[in-house]
T-cell receptor, first 115, second 114 residues
Framework: DADVTQTPRNRITKTGKRIMLECSQTKGHDRMYWYRQDPGLGLRLIYYSFDVKDINKGEISDGYSVSRQAQAKFSLSLESAIPNQTALYFC??????????????FGEGSRLTVL | AQTVTQSQPEMSVQEAETVTLSCTYD???????LFWYKQPPSRQMILVIR??????QNATENRFSVNFQKAAKSFSLKISDSQLGDTAMYFC???????????FGQGTRLTINP
């Protein structure tokens, strides 16, 4: 089983719908991140969390919210999805040790299509 | 703002050839690591190689090596004896804010042809 698991892997939804992407990890890492990937733009940071009570906005947080339900779980919500939120979303983790270097461990990605 | 630039959106080479992917970055960090990640069609993000900025010696992992030019803030990836399985998107990444976050380049789509 993957150390960082994202659900769903693929999702098609309609404009205005609320969507939640979930991430769980068994690595025991305290830091968790949500990135989105768009062609030609690479990966951009949406939100990150260093522990359950520490949540921070990334560079493109507008239109998104997150919840850190436990050390191992970090979910991303789109309250009212719009077509330009169509993208590949990645959850990633690191810990205090690997975090010294910045290295991230990624889930398998969630492909979201908003029609 | 922290930036990472990959100036080659796409590259294509024949199997067994050597290919170099370019990356430049802009950081104010004094002590940092740089990374190359590979994303094959399975879309999984896989760490290829990391470079410690305070080490002058270029990192090497089997067929993968880097050319790290700290003063020029350049961090290129060289793939020797390329294989069909090297076909993927490659992303360069640099830490930001004391390694709290990673900033990624735009990516280079590499195709290895038989």
């Amino acid at each position: 089983d993957a150390d960082v698991t994202q659900t769903p892997r693929n999702r098609i939804t309609k404009t205005g719908k609320r969507i939640m992407l979930e991430c769980s990890q068994t690595k025991g890492h305290d830091r968790m991140y949500w990135y989105r990937q768009d062609p030609g733009l690479g990966l951009r940071l949406i939100y990150y969390s260093f522990d359950v009570k520490d949540i921070n906005k990334g560079e493109i947080s507008d239109g998104y919210s997150v919840s850190r339900q436990a050390q191992a779980k970090f979910s991303l919500s789109l309250e009212s999805a719009i077509p330009n939120q169509t993208a590949l979303y990645f959850c990633a983790t690191s810990d205090l040790w690997t975090g010294r270097t910045g290295e991230l461990f990624f889930g398998e990605g969630s492909r979201l299509t908003v029609l | 703002a922290q930036t990472v630039t990959q100036s080659q959106p796409e590259m294509s080479v024949q199997e067994a050839e050597t290919v170099t992917l370019s990356c430049t970055y802009d950081t104010s960090e004094n002590n940092y690591y740089l990374f190359w990640y590979k994303q094959p069609p399975s879309r999984q993000m896989i760490l290829v190689i990391r470079q410690e900025a305070y080490k002058q010696q270029n990192a090497t992992e089997n067929r993968f090596s880097v050319n790290f030019q700290k003063a020029a803030k350049s961090f290129s990836l060289k793939i020797s004896d390329s294989q069909l399985g090297d076909t993927a998107m490659y992303f360069c990444a640099s830490p930001f804010q004391g390694a709290q976050k990673l900033v990624f380049g735009q990516g280079t789509r590499l195709t290895i042809n038989p």
